[in-house]
């Protein structure tokens, strides 16, 4: 049993991604047009209307129109006074006219089925109240269309291997695999002035304005899928739409690298670059963060960026930090040293048995280390034996080679010998030829043999540190959190009573003790904590704690007691508690006035010796909720030692979190400390982020410190801030990573009995998938895809990847598991796959069991979920295309609900169900 969700597209290969097509199609429109019409069209010298026409005309070679109702002909091609006059369907359209006319033309537009726009005009929301006006007017019109639009405020698009020039550059871009994407149109030109200089080509250059439609996230998408682009660059100011652009990284950032250069790290430049797109730019730290977890890398330089891109494509990425140098001068190798160091990468240890093979072939003064210096007057075979040497060494997971040229170098010649290393190792090798002319000719042996060269070693060294963070960014892409079950429904319940009573009350801060009751109800272990709102209820509560104790001030209103002299500790008898008392309170009557003063906590003193941590959450405007872990304690602000990650988390997040601090080195045992229960530590990170992530209402919460020693975690303060009673739920900021859905597993019995369990898909499920293809015939691949695709196709690495790894916001993907009676292994008897289309409340659904389990009911219980899946998340529609011949699936459909209908031209039965 098979259906398939949409015809496939012209130009798609990949069956995996049906439900992308209608999306690439309308990007198709924009980026592989054949036909375009230029609105604004004008042979006006030094005009944007004629340098954006002149450009078409130099090499696109489909159809190309001007509008402009005063010309008949503007530079050879003809011209319309409106786009509805146009006598054909167009591809796209280039908009050139003021910022005020352009929401009738996306009307004229859209009325006339144009299938993409690109808005150059500037005066939108970079101009203020005004201009976001004519934004939403924009919006207004495209909505319920399939056209999409780039801009405004932008230079336009440029596909070089298409001859599309629809921008007002100066010249047309090389041709190239880099689809490079911007939101600054004067970066855009300076990088392509840069470019001719450089040799470097692109597939696609792409300024994007204020991404009022076509987002990061539909661009990184588009060029995901395109097979003529091997990386994809972006300058970016603002993230815009997070969750969609974390969505598309992670998915994409598993075949192809992304790396970003982010404009905004310091506040003043945060500043120049709101005004100049008009968006948020969010925290740097917080970006950072994001980054990493979704396979992102970023560079700091516009020449890192063209460097990774460069080395990315030519070289394999390290297994680790470890770097060996190899040089013929010690000056360089200590510059190489210094870059990579400061730049979190580190030298590889050589082993004893590679130092006695470099004692071997090297001169006895050889610096007996990494770097490997083999001396001024080393030859070809010197060079070849050091690296040979090195790069066996386990411990070394990325070679550099450096030559500055000296009397007795041969540049050429020793990087002929260098060549070989290229490939074949699995490790990454860079090189360093210092100089100019006197090493042109050994810089064009290597960088023909695909070894990347720079000018100078510390570059080098730069970007093999890059390299390996990319490496490990890439970690944590497979990393699937998931809520955990054992947060029972009874311990949510309490949280929520206690979040819905303050909220009732209009506040927005928890008291510690309630604060202390929320984090334990999510077994985080926390100090007892008792309330005396008078004098002999603290006295009380000290005799059942036992002295010493601690005594805090106890509030609704303030969040930091020490500042005013809210904390006294260490109290060893009665007498300590009434002086304690008396002196809190007459602190808060001094500082705050009579009768703000509502009582104190009561706790027992804790003095295990250990260290004082700080776990906190606070909400980011992009990203939502973002998780904080580091050095705690009364002077967390002065050390600075923290790391940020996105919730969920599970246990290897939580210890990525954590190794990202200072502190991590001596949690692990320093200075006869006894080492910190690091699995303990990790379970507690993974049940705080449950509690971020569930509960919607909370703001922002602090733990500190959380003492942890050998055998003790415990939080023994809270603080915790709800969003305001006025809050909407919809508009408190959404996790920007879904959480696996767990919750849409459960197990099935099929019509002979036997039991197989249905879930979401998950990362590691790629081979199991492959051995689920392996069972299909070729009817069954026919009914689901429309044609017949191979086998090598449809098991293609980075194909699998892309159906295993999803973004469960975008798409939720069933499989029906056994366990093989011979193997033990987890077999896929079915897969179904419920697809969210663009721009619309509605999904596509496709389902495909293996010919060895059809006719149990497999198929029928996988729809009956993705339609229960429909409405928990609350889709309107869900749809599918079914061919003619596949009467099973139209049986199955029109059983639980589905209307079908066969199609004008009668080669398509379209299903659909309304679930409103």
């Known amino acids: 049993m098979s259906t398939g969700l949409s015809k496939p597209a012209p130009r798609s290969g990949d069956p995996s991604h049906d439900f992308l097509r209608s999306e690439r199609g309308a990007l198709d429109a924009i980026f592989h047009p054949q036909s375009v019409a230029v609105v604004g069209a004008t042979d006006r010298e030094g005009s944007v209307g004629r340098t954006v026409l002149a450009n078409l005309r130099a090499e696109f070679k489909g159809r190309i129109f001007a509008v402009n109702p005063k010309r008949t002909e503007v530079l050879g091609a003809p011209s319309f006074p409106a786009i509805s006059a ?19 033309v996306v009307r004229e537009c859209v009325q006339a ?3 993409g726009a690109v808005i150059i005009s500037a005066g939108f929301r970079e101009r203020g109240a005004e201009g976001k006006l004519l934004e939403r007017a924009i919006q207004d019109e495209l909505r319920g269309s399939s056209m ?11 596909n070089p291997l298409a001859g599309l020039n629809a921008t007002f550059a100066a010249k047309m871009a090389r041709k190239g695999n880099i689809a490079f994407l911007s939101q600054s149109g004067a970066l855009c030109t300076a990088i392509l002035d840069w470019s001719m200089a450089e040799m470097v080509g692109f597939s696609a250059f792409v300024s994007t304005g204020s991404m009022l439609d076509v987002n990061w996230g539909d661009l990184i998408y588009y060029f995901g899928d395109d097979p003529n682009t091997q990386a994809i660059l972006l300058y970016m100011e603002s993230v815009g739409d997070a969750r969609t652009f974390l969505s598309a990284a992670r998915e994409i950032a598993l075949t192809k690298p992304i790396i970003v250069i982010k404009a905004g790290r310091t506040q003043a430049a945060s500043k120049a670059a709101v005004s100049h797109t008009g968006a948020l730019t969010g925290s740097d730290d917080v970006l950072d963060a994001a980054f990493k977890r979704c396979g992102v890398l970023r560079v700091q330089s516009i020449a890192d960026l063209f460097h990774m891109a460069e080395v990315l494509s030519k070289q ?83 070679l550099l080679a450096v030559m500055a040229p000296q009397g007795m170098s041969d540049p050429a010649h020793t990087a002929a010998a260098l060549a070989p290393f290229a490939h074949g190792t699995g490790k990454p090798v860079l090189a360093s030829w210092m100089g100019g002319e006197d090493v042109a000719g050994g810089v064009a042996v290597m960088n023909q043999a695909g070894i990347p060269t720079f000018s100078y070693p510390d570059t080098a060294a730069r970007i093999f540190a890059s390299m390996w963070r990319y490496s490990d960014n890439l970690r944590a892409l497979y990393e699937t959190p998931t809520i955990s079950s054992e947060i029972g429904s009874a311990a949510r319940g309490k949280v929520e ?188 990170l993974v049940r705080f982020s449950q509690l971020v992530a569930e509960q919607h209402w909370i703001k922002e919460i602090d733990i500190n410190p959380l003492l942890a020693s050998g055998d003790t975690l415990m939080a023994l303060d809270a603080r915790v801030v709800l969003h305001s009673a006025e809050t909407k739920l919809e508009d408190v900021p959404r996790l920007a990573i879904r959480p696996y859905p767990a919750q849409y597993a459960a197990e099935f019995a099929m019509r002979d009995g036997q039991k197989v369990t249905i879930r979401p898909i998950r990362p590691e499920d790629e081979p199991a998938m492959v051995r689920f293809h392996q069972t299909l015939s070729e009817r069954s691949v026919y009914l689901r895809y429309f044609h017949v695709t191979s086998l090598s196709n449809r098991t293609e690495h980075d194909r699998l990847t892309r159906i295993c790894f999803i973004d469960y ?108």
């Open 316 to 398: 394999p990425r390290p297994r680790g930090p470890r770097l060996t140098i190899v040089t013929n001068a010690g000056g360089p190798g200590v510059l190489a040293t210094d870059a990579l160091i400061g730049n979190q990468g580190e030298l590889a240890t050589l082993s004893g048995e590679t130092l006695a093979r470099l004692d071997a072939v090297l001169p006895a003064h050889w610096s007996h280390g990494n770097p490997v210096d083999v001396l001024g007057d080393a030859d070809p075979a010197r060079y070849s034996a050091a690296l040979t040497a090195a790069i066996a060494d386990p411990a070394t997971d990325g």
């Open 497 to 684: 009573g206690i979040i819905a009573r303050a909220r009732s009350e209009k506040r927005a801060l928890l008291d510690e003790a309630e604060s202390k009751q929320v984090l334990a109800a999510y077994w985080v272990p926390v100090v007892a904590t008792e309330v005396a709102r008078t004098l002999p209820d603290a006295l009380a509560a000290a005799e059942r704690c036992g002295f010493p104790v601690v005594l805090k001030l106890f509030s609704h209103t303030i969040t930091h007691k020490s500042d005013i002299g809210g904390v006294r500790l260490d109290l060893k008898d009665e007498r300590d508690v009434r002086d304690a008392y008396a002196a809190i309170e007459k602190a808060v009557d001094s500082k705050l006035g009579a009768g703000k003063f509502e009582g104190v906590t009561v706790q027992p003193m804790v003095r295990t010796r250990g260290h004082e941590l700080i776990l906190g959450s606070s909400q980011d405007p992009q990203f939502g909720p973002v998780l904080m872990f580091g050095s705690g304690g009364v002077l967390v602000e002065v050390y600075q030692d923290r790391a940020l990650a996105l919730p969920p988390l599970n246990t290897t997040l939580a210890r990525r979190l954590m190794e990202q601090t200072k502190i991590y080195t001596a949690l692990r045992g320093a200075r006869g400390r006894a080492a910190v229960d690091m699995a303990a530590l990790e379970l507690l």
């Open 86 to 104: 146009i006598p054909e369907k167009l591809d796209l359209a280039v908009i050139v006219t003021p910022a005020a006319t352009v929401p009738g």
């Open 148 to 158: 999409r639009v780039i801009g405004p405020n932008c230079l336009g698009v440029m």
């Open 809 to 916: 916001d975008r798409e939720i993907a069933l499989l029906a598991l056994r366990t093989g009676a011979a193997t033990h292994e987890q077999e896929v008897v079915a897969v179904g796959r419920l697809s969210k289309l663009h721009g619309s409340n509605e999904a596509e659904f496709a389902i495909l069991v293996s010919d060895l389990y059809q006719r149990r009911g497999l198929g029928t219980e996988l729809l009956r979920r993705l339609i229960e899946i429909g409405r928990a998340e609350r889709l309107d529609r869900i749809t599918a295309a079914i061919l003619p011949e596949n009467r099973e699936m139209q049986i199955v459909a029109g059983r639980l609900g589905y209307e079908l209908k066969l199609s004008g031209s009668g080669d398509i039965v379209h299903a659909a169900i309304d679930l409103r």
């Open 113 to 115: 089925g144009v299938g």
